[in-house]
């Protein structure tokens, strides 16, 4: 047990620890885009019943965001430790920098993971803050789908993406979000060991595909909203 | 002095066991209770530092390098030799014996030689269990490759990195000693003086390379392990940082010094390219296997070698030598490549290279072929000279690439100073006049692994030690010298740097102590070399303090004690008017041209014991019987 | 050619440093990199002033000596290739050219260019070895081994411990290093036995010398004068979370 802990403490246990929270949270985004892709379908009602549904699901939607908030903060606490490393590890940086090229996988995503992750999570509180936490059913955001009342939580996010500002900050954040998964997800696989000299280059060029698809996702949805208005 | 070879009674086949069996032995309770110095961390000190810490003793051990994983024995490309005689081809002890005496010119001894072919497979079996990644055929079983002429195939390979794979595995085996707390690391530490006290060598005196400082370390032994002084000669094959200081100073310490003259040449080497040369890569000889050699038929023909006509080249190895053509061992090739270059027929810009072409090997066996075989030797040399070896021919030219010569030492690896052992290249012992391609990895590890753990029980047992710190007298006079001689380098503060002698050393042992030499040439360098010196002591310029991480001032007594080894090998160069291996006078030769040895009046090896600077050495003789092999002239015609 | 170089000065562990500019003139295309600074020493000593310190040994890309971080770049441009090996055709007349030692705090500047990386030995001393003693070998072929596990472990084997890795890592990271030794004899049936100890030990010992975390920016791969993959990092991680989850 004594060397359970020490390892996940170790450069490489928590590296792991990273990779693990992190595809949590990949697996979640997916499943968060296509959820939000309704806002472009069918009126409110589909989205609507939607949130609805989620909210039904009671203790098991608590229990899904305990693990994402655990996933969050365990990738933040390694993050933290990461760089602490890094800056501890080289005290005095180059004067001058470079990159050997390839077959180095080192680009301006993985140089910054830090800072899209502090974006990432700067939109986060702001997100939850906003939409989760945002106005409700008692501040008149209700409605009815199929004779059930319900928060009109639709109508809440086309009113926020009729602002300008909103629709910018969103666009800036899904975009530091692209980038960050773009070196996560293969990231992700080298830490748990997974290499294979055939495979791993699929592995990363569908990381960056994959990338690309949810920040796009998440992209087109404040944008649709803002030009188009409600479906 | 009397030189005693202690070679063990009984025939040949059984004289190693012979000496095992009337070796004295240490309690393995008292092994502990010795302390053992090994300066050098290649192949030999490694090898010998990791095995006796597994025995038991306390061990020291002490490298120049930041890591003792950098010694020289990495750069070894080739192969490591072994009678194993897994290719069924007809290998055997015996046989790897008489080739090895035999390729050195019969100027080895017999004992050592056999003793050496017979540990070999022992090596082998030793480097595998390290987890030595040695090449292997598809039966998973290791391979082996002909190598350097030879006519069975018995050379063990790890792609073109043997060496490097063999020493780190010796390394591997003393980080475990380390970590066991049974050795000792002494990194960037120079030994400068060996501490003889009551006739024994007990310690070693030396700089820390980081600080300066001049530390004293006290043992029972000393082994040294500090490789051969190829870089007397400025431009070899030899790393920047090899040096023969360690093996000099303990030379002056009353070590006799064997065979100085005795250095090889390797005649497939990547040309100089201008006077900023710091130093010389070597290619594998296996290139000869496909590659002609060739020269212009004409002297001074600046024509580019793609527009000089079949006819008015000169082929030349195949045209002296028509059986062996362009696969004459590596004297004959350098050799016969120095003559046409000082003829005028030298190509390339210096004129001091000759080709080396396969265009007709391209054509005979394709492109491809040729890339599978030499692919990294092709890109290695276009690395360096930035010319595409497959489009034109390579230029090759001979540079010196491992010295024979080294501390003399008994049958028991024990130089003329009791309890200084002398292992590797540092020593003179297996190769004669000549190394064959492969034996120099052999031997390394077989002193150390195999012979010197129980040559130092024997005298360890054997002595009675009088308790001795390092604020003993000895090293007390010791750490002075030391000292004394690291402030008058700094002092003199002259005009001309450290590299700017070197060079100058360098040239003057190429030109008369090189390839070829002569009585008239050797008599004029015996003036030279010491006029050289008088001058490095009035002239030097030595940059910075004693007190700092300095590698001008370290240079700078590597070369003092070079110009002083110099003078000492021009000597033995001049005293052994017959030619032999890599030793050829120019005055004993065949009609044809081939080296001619004498053995009447030579068979015997050339002990030098130090007289003092500038004086003439003592010659001893220690004479070579050979009782097993018949001695022959060789011929390659 | 003419060449600006601006060089790292430092003239110990304690003291600070800085880049200083030269002049390097008439260098020769056909010179090495090292040579070009021996020239410029030279020049320097002839001058009264202390030369530039610089590690080198073999000069022929295989001893892990020469350790130079080259406008940015571990071993400078070529790829596959040790500073030692880099010659002056590949710069232009009027190039400019940084030169920066190693940089990391478990390879402490020891005056200049020269670094001290014992931290590596330390790391192979926390097991980048098989416990077999001297004597103790069983016949070479009594063991045989598959080419394909052979050339894996020599590929990782051909390491040549210079430390461009770190130097190169934004982290400066040590795992190419140690991942090059531990996978190597995961490779091999010899490396059996202590291969989960090893893998706890090394990586342990990796981390205690204060080398940073691997991000997988793969910039270590690249600058390997060896071309090791990272894929021996994977196998490093593989047997480390086997042996922590089963010793």
């Known amino acids: 047990m004594a060397s359970i802990v020490s390892a996940v403490m170790s450069s490489v246990g928590r590296k792991i620890l990273m990779s693990l929270t992190g595809l949590v949270m990949f697996g979640f985004v997916i499943g968060h885009m296509v959820g939000n892709l309704q806002l472009l379908t069918g009126g409110g009602d589909v989205f609507n019943r939607y949130a609805h549904f989620l909210i039904g699901l009671g203790g098991l939607l608590i229990l899904a965001e305990l693990v994402l908030l655990m996933s969050l903060l365990v990738h933040i606490w390694t993050a933290v430790n990461i760089v602490r490393g890094k800056r501890a590890a080289r005290p005095v940086s180059y004067g001058k920098s470079g990159s050997a090229g390839a077959p180095s996988r080192k680009t301006f995503a993985s140089s910054t993971m830090i800072y899209t992750g502090v974006l990432i999570l700067v939109f986060l509180v702001i997100h939850i803050k906003s939409f989760k936490y945002g106005p409700a059913e008692a501040e008149g955001y209700v409605t009815t789908v199929d004779g059930v009342e319900m928060r009109d939580l639709h109508r809440l996010v086309i009113e926020t993406f009729q602002q300008p500002e909103w629709v910018i900050g969103y666009a800036i954040a899904m975009i530091a979000l692209g980038i960050h998964l773009s070196h996560a997800f293969w990231s992700a696989f080298q830490s748990l060991g997974l290499y294979h000299h055939r495979y791993t280059p699929i592995v990363y060029n569908v990381g960056r595909l994959l990338a690309f698809v949810i920040a796009l996702g998440f992209f087109v949805i404040p944008i649709w909203i803002y030009y188009f208005g409600a479906a | 002095m009397l030189l005693d070879a202690k070679i063990p009674d009984g025939p040949i086949e059984q004289k190693w066991d012979n000496r095992k069996s009337e070796l004295k032995l240490v309690n393995p309770a008292n092994k502990r209770r010795y302390n053992v110095i090994v300066v050098g961390t290649g192949l030999a000190g490694a090898s010998a530092a990791a095995s006796l810490a597994e025995m038991g003793y306390n061990v020291q051990s002490f490298c120049i390098q930041d890591s003792p994983r950098r010694a020289h024995s990495i750069a070894a490309q080739g192969g490591i030799n072994a009678a194993k005689n897994y290719p069924n081809d007809g290998d055997s002890i015996w046989r790897l014996f008489y080739d090895t005496v035999k390729g050195g010119d019969y100027r080895s001894r017999e004992a050592n030689v056999y003793r050496l072919a017979q540990l070999s497979n022992n090596i082998i079996d030793q480097c595998v269990a390290q987890g030595v990644p040695f090449a292997r055929d598809y039966g998973g079983l290791l391979a082996n490759r002909s190598f350097g002429g030879a006519q069975v195939s018995r050379t063990f390979y790890a792609r073109g990195q043997t060496g490097q794979q063999l020493l780190l595995g010796a390394y591997s085996a003393l980080m475990r000693q380390v970590d066991a707390g049974r050795v000792d690391l002494h990194s960037r530490f120079e030994m400068l003086d060996v501490v003889v006290d009551e006739g024994k060598a007990r310690g070693i005196v030396g700089r820390n390379l980081v600080t300066g400082e001049i530390e004293r370390y006290v043992g029972d032994a000393v082994i040294l392990a500090t490789g051969g002084y190829g870089a007397v000669f400025f431009l070899s094959t030899n790393a920047v940082n090899s040096n023969v200081t360690a093996a000099w100073r303990a030379h002056k310490r009353g070590a006799c010094f064997a065979n100085p003259c005795y250095t090889q040449i390797h005649p497939t080497c990547i040309p100089v390219s201008g006077d900023h040369q710091s130093k010389l890569t070597l290619m594998s000889e296996s290139l000869r296997n496909d590659g002609r050699v060739w020269v212009p038929k004409e002297k001074g023909d600046k024509r580019p070698p793609d527009q000089i006509p079949e006819d008015e080249r000169d082929y030349y190895l195949e045209r002296r030598y028509p059986s062996f053509g362009n696969l004459v061992p590596r004297d004959v090739a350098s050799r016969n490549a120095k003559a046409v270059c000082d003829e005028g027929r030298g190509v390339g810009q210096t004129g001091l290279s000759v080709y080396l072409d396969f265009a007709d090997a391209i054509d005979r066996m394709g492109e491809q072929v040729i890339r599978e075989r030499y692919g990294n030797l092709f890109e290695m040399y276009e690395r360096i000279t930035g010319e595409n070896p497959y489009s034109g021919p390579m230029r090759i030219y001979p540079a010196v690439h491992y010295t024979m010569g080294g501390l003399w030492v008994d049958y028991n690896l024990m130089s003329t100073i009791p309890g200084l052992f002398v292992l590797g290249e540092a020593n003179f012992s297996d190769h004669g006049a000549n190394r064959l391609g492969a034996s120099a990895l052999m031997q390394g590890l077989c002193d150390g692994y195999f012979v010197i753990p129980y040559a130092i029980g024997d005298y360890l047992a054997g002595h009675s030690f009088s308790e001795l710190d390092t604020r003993a007298d000895a090293f007390e006079a010791s750490h002075r010298e030391v000292e004394s001689r690291l402030d008058a380098l700094l002092a003199v503060n002259g005009d001309k740097t450290v590299g700017n002698y070197h060079k100058e050393l360098g040239l003057l042992m190429w030109e008369y102590v090189g390839m070829e030499r002569s009585e008239e040439g050797l008599t004029k360098v015996l003036s030279e070399i010491p006029a050289l010196r008088e001058e490095f002591w009035q002239n030097v310029k030595v940059p910075g303090a004693n007190s700092h991480f300095n590698k001008n001032l370290e240079m700078a007594g590597r070369v003092a004690d070079f110009l002083e080894l110099g003078e000492l090998m021009a000597r033995d160069a001049l005293e052994r008017s017959e030619s032999c291996g890599g030793h050829f006078r120019a005055e004993s030769q065949t009609e044809e041209g081939e080296a001619l040895r004498k053995d009447d009046e030579f068979s015997f090896v050339s002990a030098w014991e130090f007289n003092g600077v500038g004086e003439t050495p003592t010659l001893h003789q220690e004479p070579l019987e050979f009782q097993n092999v018949k001695l022959t002239q060789r011929s390659y015609k | ?247």
Request: glycine letters at 8%.
């Open chain 3, 1 to 247: 050619m003419t060449l600006n170089l601006h060089i790292w000065r430092q003239e110990g562990p304690d003291r600070p440093g800085k880049l200083v500019p030269y002049k390097a003139e008439d260098v020769n295309r056909d010179m090495s990199l090292l040579e070009m600074l021996d020239v410029v020493n030279q020049d320097l000593i002839k001058r009264g002033e202390d030369p530039i310190e610089f590690d080198s040994d073999c000069r022929e890309g295989i001893c892990g000596m020469c350790s130079l971080v080259i406008n940015g770049v571990a071993h400078g441009p070529l790829n596959g290739t040790a500073t030692c090996q880099l010659h002056m055709r590949h710069y232009r007349d009027g190039d400019s050219i940084t030169i920066e030692p190693w940089r990391s705090q478990a390879f402490p500047v020891v005056r200049d260019l020269v670094t001290d990386r014992s931290s590596f030995d330390r790391i192979v001393q926390a097991g980048g070895y098989i416990s077999i003693n001297t004597g103790n070998a069983p016949e070479a072929n009594a063991l045989p081994i598959s080419k394909v596990d052979a050339d894996l472990a020599m590929d990782a084997a051909a390491c040549i411990g210079c430390g461009a890795c770190v130097a190169a890592c934004p982290n400066a990271s040590a795992s190419l290093f140690t991942a090059a030794k531990i996978s190597q004899f995961a490779s091999l049936p010899q490396g059996q036995p202590e291969r989960s100890e090893r893998a706890l030990r090394m990586v342990d010992q990796m981390d205690e010398e204060g080398f940073g975390n691997c991000s997988n920016h793969g910039e270590c791969e690249a600058v390997c004068p060896k071309e090791i993959s990272i894929s021996t990092i994977a196998s490093m991680k593989r047997d480390y979370v086997k042996a922590a989850l089963t010793v």
